[in-house]
């Protein structure tokens, strides 16, 4: 069946450092791959998603692009901030399932001044 | 324009129990998704409901039941609850429940059960 595997946490960066949160998927057909996160005390939100392959989607300044050839959707910031402490989950939507996400396991991520 | 509304926020039962969850989505959705969220297992897809009928259904036992009705808004409910049904469920709503809409998620309700 589908799934998704993403890099296990928690990641502890320093301010302004470089991130990338790696996330590979199994799944047949065409899904759409997505980004959320859920900041400490507070609601799943999208963050960015894709829904074709070399689409890339940003926000906040948060990359990630849909690479079908190495089924990964890599989550990267060039500068992290100490407001990026987060919990990070990738996800993907079969194509002919739509309404049903299958999400990874989570990446905390703790930013550090 | 309002987000998704989960009531109870917080519920406790005792084994044997059961539960009903509510949610009603931002309005104008139609397709309402539920997740159950636990440490060991992360976020699991348990069914989502479209225009009062149940589209996708995920791997839970048949104590897992849902519903929706015609203004959209969703309950779900759990039978003879077990102690690993303690949680963390979230709904999520979308317009069309297409697979590349935004799913919109609520604050969630944390069911412990003693």
């Known amino acids: 069946g589908d799934s998704v595997t993403q890099m296990e946490g928690p990641v502890t960066l320093s301010e302004e450092a470089f991130l990338t949160i790696n996330c590979t998927y199994t799944?047949?057909?065409?899904?759409?791959l997505f980004w959320y996160v859920q900041y400490p005390g507070e609601g799943l939100q999208l963050l960015l998603k894709?829904?074709?392959?070399?689409d890339k989607g940003s926000n906040k300044g948060f990359e990630a692009t849909y690479r079908k050839e190495t089924t990964s959707f890599h989550l990267e910031k060039g500068s992290v901030q100490v407001s990026d402490s987060a919990v990070y989950f990738c996800?993907?939507?079969?194509?002919?399932?739509?309404?049903?996400?299958?999400f990874g396991q989570g990446t905390e991520l703790s930013v550090k001044p | 324009k309002a987000g998704v509304t989960q009531t109870p926020r917080y519920l406790i039962k005792t084994r044997g129990q059961q539960v009903t969850l509510s949610c009603s989505p931002i309005?104008?959705?139609?397709?309402v998704s539920w997740y159950q969220q636990t440490p060991g297992q992360g976020l699991q897809f348990l069914f989502e409901?479209?225009?009062?009928?149940?589209?996708n259904k995920g791997n839970f036992p048949g104590r897992f039941s849902g519903r929706q009705f015609s203004n959209s808004r969703s309950e779900m409910n759990v039978s003879t609850l077990e102690l690993g049904d303690s949680a963390l469920y979230l709904c999520?709503?979308?317009?069309?429940?297409?697979?590349?809409?935004?799913?919109?998620f609520g604050p969630g309700t944390r069911l412990l059960v003693l």
């Open positions: 999520a709503s979308s317009r069309r429940g297409g697979a590349e809409e935004t799913q919109y």
């Open positions: 799944a047949t057909g065409y899904p759409s």
């Open positions: 894709a829904t074709k392959a070399d």
């Open positions: 996800a993907l939507s079969p194509y002919n399932q739509g309404g049903k996400l299958i």
């Open positions: 309005s104008g959705h139609r397709s």
């Open positions: 409901y479209f225009s009062e009928t149940q589209r």
